[in-house]
């Protein structure tokens, strides 16, 4: 029988209440969207005729601005980074994703709802073969890179340089034999007075001037959660990121440099 679940939340930005359903599907098929036209919340999550199928893959990305969306005409889905760091992390290749909203919810910020509900449902670990990655691969903008090395394993690291008290320049690490909820359970964060201006200052981390709204789970937790995005954007190369044999290295990424990084990796491992 077909693994599935069914979440239902809020939407960050719209507020509107958002359904998810995920379903296992055949090895090879990927990862793949089926999205409502955009402002469109169908209330019979299980109608599909107004839906269009969208690949979780770089070339489908349509905005990188605060988050990673993907779509196609007036289809598409925004935060799609922190499911697709679960998926990631929980070692799971294929599945069918619909969204009825424009938007995935974000629970808490971090990824580690999505990483609950995949493995309650039973969803199947599919990662098996490992891909070497034969040459290094990066993507750089001004004097932020991302660069994948080949190597015997996943690990990931991230150059966090933050003008903070309590962050400033700061390494963060993690490779795949540590436990996933040391990157599943950082939450995002971002500026008290932006998140105050989008309308979400009480659903997720801020920081002050001096501090963070709420107690950090993590004394490293922003760059915790920036290897999350990073591993999250890395699945839009084609196939899950943890497969791959390679040391991800990111200088003060992020979701824009990221993609192009995964388009650059896709045509690598092809």
């Known amino acids: 029988m077909t693994k599935s679940l069914t979440f239902k939340g809020k939407g960050l930005t719209s507020r509107q209440d958002i359904t998810v359903t995920i379903r296992q599907t055949e090895p090879g098929s990927g990862v793949t969207f089926l999205l409502s036209e955009f402002g469109n919340y169908c209330q019979d999550h299980e109608k599909s005729w107004n839906r269009i199928r969208v690949a979780a893959t770089a070339s489908n990305v349509v905005s990188t601005v ?13 935060y799609i980074e922190h499911l697709m760091c679960a998926i990631a992390l929980c070692g799971i290749d294929d599945l069918e994703i619909q969204v009825d ?4 919810p974000m629970g808490n910020g971090s990824s580690d709802f999505w990483v609950k509900l995949l493995q309650d449902a039973g969803m199947q670990k599919t990662i098996s073969n490992k891909i070497d990655l034969k040459e290094t691969v990066f993507a750089s903008s001004g004097d932020k890179i991302v660069m994948a090395i080949p190597d015997q394993k996943f690990s990931a690291s991230y150059l966090l340089d933050m003008n903070h008290p309590l962050v400033g320049r700061v390494w963060g690490s993690w490779d795949c034999g ?5 990157i599943a359970n950082a939450r995002t964060f971002g500026p008290l007075q932006e998140h105050k201006m989008l309308g979400f200052d009480k659903d997720v981390v801020s920081f002050t001037k001096d501090g963070f709204s709420e107690e950090l789970r ?7 959660h920036k290897i999350l995005d ?8 084609g196939v899950n990121p943890l497969r791959i044999n390679a040391r991800f290295i990111s200088i003060k990424g992020g979701h824009s440099l990221d993609v192009a990084m ?4 896709s045509l690598a491992l092809a």
């Open 178 to 182: 540590e436990n996933i909820c040391d």
């Open 66 to 78: 605060r988050n990673t969306a993907l779509g196609k005409d007036r289809h598409r889905v925004c």
């Open 101 to 104: 909203g424009a938007e995935l």
């Open 262 to 265: 995964a388009e650059k990796l």
């Open 218 to 224: 993590f004394k490293d937790e922003p760059v915790r």
């Open 230 to 237: 990073l591993i999250g954007d890395m699945f839009l190369c």
